[in-house]
């Protein structure tokens, strides 16, 4: 009983550590290493809930998915929009999913809108804007 309760809670940590890394690598200068951490990122916020671990981290990690959105080019905008739709969906209806989509609406319509940007990316930021606006948005309007 205990033995599996502490290999559960090793694992747990070392998903933690690794995903620590991943943000980490979401502020390297290679847009290779920035694509790959955003992957990562979108393959554990989509297989298992990480509130306890995000709500901690979500203004580093909304930090970093700016900068992705700001400088980033087509496939890294369109993971960073990926990332930023499944961090609202664990950080939920409350004041901080509400705070990560303020701060991030902006910048999410200005790609949208953006014609410049590739048709990838625009489509990902379109949908985080409309499914952080559904979970998040505390004005109606």
Request: charged residues 25%; aromatic residues 2%; hydrophobic residues 40%.
């Amino acid at each position: 009983g205990s033995e599996a309760a502490g290999e559960q809670g090793q694992e747990e940590e070392e998903a933690e550590d690794r995903l620590k890394e991943h943000m980490d690598h979401l502020l390297q200068k290679s847009a290779k290493t920035r694509q790959a951490a955003l992957q990562s990122l979108r393959l554990a916020l989509s297989s298992k809930t990480l509130s306890e671990f995000l709500l901690e981290r979500r203004l580093t990690l909304t930090d970093s998915l700016e900068k992705c959105l700001k400088k980033g080019k087509g496939e890294e905008q369109a993971l960073a929009g990926t990332v930023l739709t499944l961090l609202c969906l664990q950080m939920g209806s409350g004041p901080e999913g509400e705070e990560v989509f303020r701060s991030l609406k902006p910048l999410l319509v200005s790609v949208l809108t953006d014609g410049t940007a590739s048709p990838a990316a625009r489509q990902s930021c379109a949908m985080a804007l409309g499914m952080c606006c559904y979970i998040a948005a505390a004005d109606f309007e």
